[in-house]
């Protein structure tokens, strides 16, 4: 099956910094989809990016499909910022059922 | 609107013991899906649903079953609960159209088997 890896893998930061996290896969995608897991857990949907570039805020995300992967910026970080960002992707095998392989993971620290 | 609920939030089980999770969305969303995430791990997907009536597996379907009988509801099974299977369990959902991609999760289930 595709593979996803993701840089790093912990990152810690001053309130303030910008920052840019990687996410590499193994094969073609139809699906590409960041998501910020909060301390207490919940998962929450940040961009869904197969290809190109998209902006929310102070957030920002970059897909570059044909080189196979995705950057995931995030600019003026906040201490609510922290938690663990995932990169997860369904390969272009043919059909859909949206169904995806996340990676392990950044674990972004934003100390005040 | 809820989005995904899941319940419990917490629970204990004894080795051996069943018991069900569940999951419901008030989107209309068409797919849904259950992941397990372990400590330092990603997610990985247990079962998935295109619709009501039509299951399948994912990656890691083993002492799981699953059900969708409505389009609202997908409830995950554990039969004879294992050390294993203690996780913390997220039920997600996603529509179709572009703007309908991206899935919406619940808060999740943490499952400890003792």
């Known amino acids: 099956g595709i593979q996803v890896e993701q840089s790093p893998p912990d990152l810690i930061l001053q309130e303030g910094a910008n920052s840019t996290l990687r996410c590499n896969f193994s094969?073609?995608?139809?699906?590409l989809q960041w998501f910020h897991q909060n301390p207490w857990g919940q998962l929450i949907n940040l961009f869904y990016?197969?290809?190109g570039t998209k902006q929310n805020g102070r957030l920002s995300a970059t897909t570059v499909a044909t080189e196979r992967y995705s950057l995931l910026y995030i600019s003026s970080s906040q201490t609510t910022d922290s938690g663990v960002y995932f990169c997860a992707v369904e390969g272009d095998s043919g059909g859909s059922n949206y169904k995806l392989t996340f990676g392990k993971g950044t674990l972004l620290t934003v100390n005040p | 609107n809820a989005g995904v609920t899941q319940t419990p939030k917490f629970r204990i089980l004894k080795i051996g013991q069943s018991m069900t999770l569940q999951c419901t969305q008030d989107m209309n969303h068409n797919y849904m899906y259950w992941y397990r995430q372990d400590p330092g791990m990603g997610l990985k997907l247990i079962y998935y649903?295109?619709?009501?009536?039509?299951?399948d597996k994912g990656e890691v379907p083993n002492g799981y079953n699953v059900s969708r009988s409505t389009t609202e509801d997908f409830p995950l099974r554990l039969e004879l609960a294992a050390p294993s299977q203690t996780s913390v369990y997220f039920c997600?959902?996603?529509?179709?159209?572009?703007?309908?991609?991206?899935?919406?999760f619940g808060s999740g289930t943490r499952l400890t088997v003792v």
């Open positions: 094969d073609s995608v139809n699906n």
């Open positions: 997600a959902s996603s529509g179709q159209g572009i703007a309908n991609y991206g899935y919406t």
């Open positions: 649903s295109v619709g009501a009536g039509i299951t």
């Open positions: 990016i197969p290809s």
